[in-house]
């Protein structure tokens, strides 16, 4: 990526490193200065007012990194197409990551035939028409990588040295693709976890292929550099992808302005926030360092620090000597148990027949558990979930503040009961669990990472067929659930970027595309065709802005309007029972002024209200005070009567015992015509609703 030169605020080696002694019980790293261009990243001085820096995250990159920066007369000058244009191999890194991505994709489409719980005969079906030319395909291509590098011309010694490494990593792909392929060719093929992780070691492979290719390292973080005086290079080892650690060593030569990528024999295991020092004759120290612990504690630390003594380097034996155990050179560490997909894929095939029977039978007006036998952690607050009806999924992107943090989308297979973790989970260092202290723009993957909370900031897209995260300052993201990954993403209009706008944009499904509602009372339409927001203007009755933790948008498809509640922030506001309607044909805004408005004041939670076309109304995702018998009734609103009703829905209740879970995703599935409903533990429920059997009443203080 061409970047004028830009000043970047980085510390001397690594901002988070310190000499503190070992910790041996987890902990949460500090936070850092986001208002800063390039956090997590490195720099280190040579000689005669020279440097370097690497790693860290750029928030306002297009790839989410900085890259290379040469220090020159006082300035960060970006030196990463400099080194890609002398670079021979560089194209054919592109085209690997290509592939990459495609077997990438493959695997994806493995797991939600997988996960779709069908018989043997319509899952080979369904293998032998998606799936197979899917591998096929990846298999023809890594076979004409593997002839384009061993054919390449006009190398260095070097790059001739580095082609041979990432040829030997593409034959040994090309083996496991094509075992893949022959294996789905057969007669009644099933995808089964053993082959989904053969899957994701193929596509690990071709990623290192790629990385021997390039003409700088991979993306990390919290990596310290050191430069040699002796040899006059700088040296890099190990760092934190955020989704892996790593132990791989690269030197920089200033003179010759080129990385090289470095082979010994062994290497320490993956860390980061170690520490480096150069000794008296040129070798390397190499101390501490954290490795990931996988917990599952609320708000609990994700790093432990390494205690395994010295590591000396000799860079120019590229050998490492140290007390601890060696491990391969590129090796990768990644989190475990339910921060790994692999965790979702144990235990019987999901069967979609054993849950549609089960649905089937579920009582009228009762909550049902249906309780998965995995659940995703941590604990996902402060948000919704929504329906893919394409790929019948929800799809859940929730956390931030205390809760998860990361960059991954659940999904939820509503026919077979089964949650799915699309890539290992990547957590944003020091940042986990902060409120409005999440980084901005693209993560090393080209992710955003999530907003301190995301309530309905988010929503799924019929139109583009993609699940819109608008609540980021400047962007709109677009998730994919096709590829289960994040798929590029837009500028937002004027009117829907200001301060904190993931907390009051609110966005709601209709056939036209996704609507976005603002803290303005202004409502804009996503235009797929265009890959834009369009904004629609409104006329008649003012509408009311969207209010943090307090209101809601609804789609009437019987009238195709939108229906819009909200009251004040905070308790010493109820709400007053107010609907706003938005005709969607001519823009026309009027009070509707319902039925029993003076006895909402009781409802005690407006961020979850969902229609049920069935039945025609509007089922409010909290619970009234207990009456006399101690039931906590639900609110519903009657579309066609313009009335407020409460029901007497029983069971498993996801609303909480106050009748009000600001963690709670509530969903309407017509397909099914049932209610979903999951909680901030990744629980499931489940609802029949029959208005006419739930002891309809008018709504009562």
């Known amino acids: 990526m061409q970047r004028s030169a830009f000043l970047l605020t980085l510390a001397t080696v690594v901002s988070l490193v310190s000499a503190a002694p070992p910790r041996r019980r987890p902990y949460r790293l500090p936070d850092v200065d986001i208002k800063q261009r390039v956090i997590w990243g490195a720099s280190c001085n040579g000689h005669q007012g020279t440097g370097l820096a690497f790693g860290g995250q750029d928030q306002q990159a297009d790839d989410g990194r900085p890259h290379t920066r040469l220090l020159k007369d006082g300035k960060w000058v970006a030196a990463c197409e400099e080194l890609r244009r002398s670079n021979p191999l560089q194209q054919l890194s592109r085209r690997v990551r290509q592939v990459r991505d495609l077997q990438k994709n493959a695997m994806a489409l493995a797991r939600r035939i997988y996960f779709k719980g069908l018989t043997a005969q319509a899952e080979a079906r369904l293998i032998a028409r998606e799936l197979v030319p899917m591998q096929r395909r990846a298999v023809e291509d890594v076979a004409g990588l593997v002839a384009a590098v061993r054919t390449k011309k006009d190398m260095t010694a070097y790059a001739g040295a580095q082609a041979e490494r990432a040829t030997r990593r593409l034959a040994a792909a090309h083996k496991n693709a094509s075992g893949l392929a022959a294996s789905l060719g057969k007669a009644q093929a099933r995808v089964t976890p053993g082959l989904i992780r053969q899957m994701a070691a193929v596509t690990i492979e071709l990623d290192k292929a790629a990385e021997h290719l390039d003409a700088e390292p991979p993306a990390r973080a919290l990596s310290p550099i050191v430069y040699d005086p002796h040899a006059e290079l700088y040296v890099l080892f190990g760092g934190d992808h955020l989704d892996y650690l790593t132990n791989d060593v690269w030197v920089f030569d200033p003179a010759k302005h080129r990385w090289r990528r470095h082979h010994p024999p062994a290497a320490p295991p993956p860390r980061a926030n170690h520490r480096l020092a150069v000794r008296p004759g040129g070798t390397i120290a190499m101390t501490g360092g954290y490795t990931y612990t996988s917990n599952t504690d609320y708000c609990g630390g994700q790093y432990v620090d390494l205690d395994d003594g010295t590591w000396t380097y000799d860079p120019a034996a590229q050998k490492w000597t140290g007390p601890g155990k060696t491990v391969p050179p590129d090796s990768r560490t990644y989190r475990t148990g339910p921060f790994a997909p692999g965790f979702y894929l144990r235990g019987p095939r999901p069967n979609a027949a054993a849950v549609a029977d089960r649905l089937a039978a579920l009582p009228a007006n009762t909550w049902v558990a249906m309780a998965p036998p995995h659940l995703p952690r941590l604990n996902r607050d402060w948000g919704t979930a929504v329906i893919d009806p394409d790929r019948d999924v929800v799809l859940r992107f929730s956390g931030g503040h205390s809760a998860h943090g990361g960059t991954d989308v659940l ?150 309007r939108l229906l819009v509640a909200v009251k004040g922030y905070g308790r010493r506001h109820t709400y007053d029972g107010q609907f706003h309607a938005i005709d969607l044909k001519t823009r026309q805004v009027r009070a509707l002024s319902p039925e029993g408005m003076a006895a909402a004041g009781a409802i005690p939670y407006l961020c979850q209200i969902r229609y049920d076309a069935a039945n025609d109304l509007l089922l409010v995702g909290g619970t009234l005070p207990p009456d006399g018998d101690g039931l906590r009734r639900t609110p519903a609103y009657d579309c066609r009567t313009n009335r407020w009703i409460s029901l007497r829905i029983t069971g498993a209740d996801p609303n909480g015992k106050k009748g009000r879970n600001v963690s709670l995703g509530l969903m309407y599935d017509p397909r099914r015509k049932l209610f979903w409903a999951v909680d901030t533990n990744s629980r499931v429920y489940v609802l029949r609703l029959e208005p006419t059997t739930a002891d309809p009443q008018p709504l009562k203080r």
């Open 411 to 560: 999904h939820y297979h509503l026919a077979t009961n089964r949650w799915e973790l699309p890539f290992p989970v990547e957590f944003p260092l020091g940042q986990l669990y902060a409120n409005t202290r999440y980084p901005n723009g693209y993560n090393f993957n080209r992710r955003p990472w999530v907003t301190g909370h995301t309530y309905q900031n988010y929503g799924y897209d019929t139109v583009a067929k993609r699940m819109l995260f608008a609540g980021r300052p400047n962007h709109t993201y677009f998730y994919d659930p096709a590829v289960a990954d994040w798929a590029g993403r837009a500028p937002k209009p004027k009117g829907m970027v200001y301060n904190s706008c993931f907390y009051m944009i609110t966005t709601c499904t209709t056939p036209g595309g996704l609507v976005a509602w603002t803290r303005y009372g202004r409502v804009f339409r996503f235009d797929a065709a265009a890959g834009r927001w369009a904004e629609l203007k409104l006329k008649g009755a003012k509408l009311p802005g969207a209010v943090v933790d307090n209101s809601t948008v609804v789609y009437d498809s019987k009238r195709d």
